[in-house]
């Protein structure tokens, strides 16, 4: 069991921390890859790429340090485990909406991966503006002498949703800025992303060619 105390200096460089992060870093290869498969078989089949980029990351210690402590949590390897899922992260940008909800349901379809959590911001955005589709889901890797179930996050956002994420989080965390002023940049981004959204349901209804999809069959 990893029950080291993460609160340590050297606790970073240890072999239970560098084990569990290990963990983490294979789960994410097979989740980027079960993605890049999909991608390849609409490229073959369809002449098109549902997936216009994939980015990863896995928090950093002092980001685990800080959630947990936040919450009340014990700082252990195992609350971490059980608390955080999302240490390891992983976000798929498309062109269209509609590919984003496909996308999703083809992952979920594969019998070695589990759903955990759903939260749709596209159909309930939140109050800011923000729109992503997440999901917290297990998928199991395969190790020497054991197989282990780890949780990843996955988002899934269109290129005008991750444009604007982008933008909102430079902006909105200037620290030279009056409240007021910033009060008004929390306005006006909650213009934008109406604006993004019409763009990516417009873009959506021009896509009106590819409506049909024989995988999803």
Avoid at 84 to 102: E, T, V
Wanted: a negative charge; one cysteine or more.
């Amino acid at each position: 069991m990893l029950r080291a105390s993460l609160d340590d200096d050297y606790e970073e460089k240890s072999l239970p921390y560098r084990q569990l992060m290990t963990y983490y870093r294979c789960a994410l290869r097979e989740v980027e890859t079960k993605f890049r498969v999909l991608d390849e078989q609409f490229s073959l089949y369809y002449d098109r790429n549902p997936i216009e980029s994939i980015e990863t990351r896995i928090k950093s210690q002092t980001s685990v340090l800080k959630k947990l402590k936040k919450r009340n949590l014990p700082l252990t390897l195992e609350s971490l485990q059980e608390n955080l899922f999302d240490i390891a992260g992983i976000r798929i940008i498309s062109s269209f909406q509609d590919d984003i909800y496909m996308l999703s349901e083809l992952l979920l379809q594969q019998d070695d991966v589990h759903l955990i959590e759903r939260k749709d911001y596209i159909e309930h955005p939140k109050p800011n503006g923000y729109r992503s589709l997440h999901l917290i889901i297990e998928i199991p890797i395969f190790l020497a002498n054991e197989k282990r179930w780890i949780k990843v996050e996955v988002q899934f956002r269109t290129i005008a949703m991750d444009l604007w994420a982008s933008l909102e989080h430079k902006l909105r965390y200037k620290k030279d800025l009056s409240q007021d002023r910033l009060d008004e940049i929390a306005e006006d981004l909650l213009e934008a992303a109406e604006i993004c959204s019409q763009l990516d349901n417009k873009m959506t209804k021009l896509k009106l060619s590819e409506t049909k999809h024989p995988i999803l069959k």
